[in-house]
T-cell receptor, first 113, second 115 residues
């Protein structure tokens, strides 16, 4: 079946540090991959996406590359800010009858000033 | 600006009460979803709907039902609330099957406490 595994948190970093949050997936077919972010007290919002192998999604300084050979979609940012503190969800979607998205369990990120 | 709205941000109910959570989207999306979010468990799908009057069970439908009488509105119903249904409830919508890449748009969530 389809599944997403992401690193457990919480992850605590100092401001301006480099961030990596690991995400690997298992999927039948050719999935689209997503990173969603949930800021405190809010719902999820799409951060970035990639629809095919070797695509790079990017937004707000975050990047993730769709690696089919390693079934990975790791999230990276070169210099984090306090405002990046949030929960990050890796997710996949394989077009089929039910249009569902499979989410990872989320990684909580704390950025210290 | 596209929007998914949920009727309440915070709700407190008593055990045994019937609870209605309402969700409305203004994007003319065919698909709508209800999730619950709990610490350490991530998002779990309760029910979803492809179209008006259609519904499908998700991973944890027990104790819940849904109603979709209009395209823009999807209601989650707790027939007899229990304390283990205390959670954050998130509604989402997405365009129909075949429209890549199937992004879902989320509401702000309803934090339900059952006493």
């Amino acid at each position: 079946g389809n599944s997403v595994t992401q690193m457990e948190g919480p992850v605590t970093l100092s401001e301006e540090a480099f961030l990596t949050i690991n995400c690997t997936y298992t999927a039948t077919g050719y999935p689209s991959l997503f990173w969603y972010v949930q800021y405190p007290g809010e719902g999820l919002q799409l951060l970035l996406k990639a629809t095919k192998a070797d695509d790079k999604g990017s937004n707000k300084g975050f990047e993730a590359t769709y690696r089919k050979e390693t079934t990975s979609f790791h999230l990276e940012k070169g210099s984090v800010q306090v405002s990046d503190s949030a929960v990050y969800f890796c997710a996949l979607s394989v077009l089929n009858r039910d249009d569902k998205i499979i989410f990872g369990k989320g990684t909580r990120l704390h950025i210290l000033p | 600006d596209v929007k998914v709205t949920q009727s309440s941000r915070y709700l407190v109910k008593r055990t045994g009460e019937k609870v209605f959570l309402e969700c409305v989207q203004d994007m003319d999306h065919e698909n709508m979803f209800w999730y619950r979010q709990d610490p350490g468990l991530g998002l779990r799908l309760i029910y979803f709907s492809y179209d008006v009057k259609m519904k499908e069970k998700g991973d944890i439908p027990e104790g819940y039902s849904v109603s979709r009488e209009k395209k823009e509105r999807f209601s989650l119903i707790l027939e007899s609330a229990s304390t283990n249904q205390t959670s954050m409830y998130l509604c989402a919508s997405s365009p129909a099957l075949g429209r890549m890449p199937n992004e879902q748009f989320f509401g702000p969530g309803t934090r339900l406490t059952v006493l």
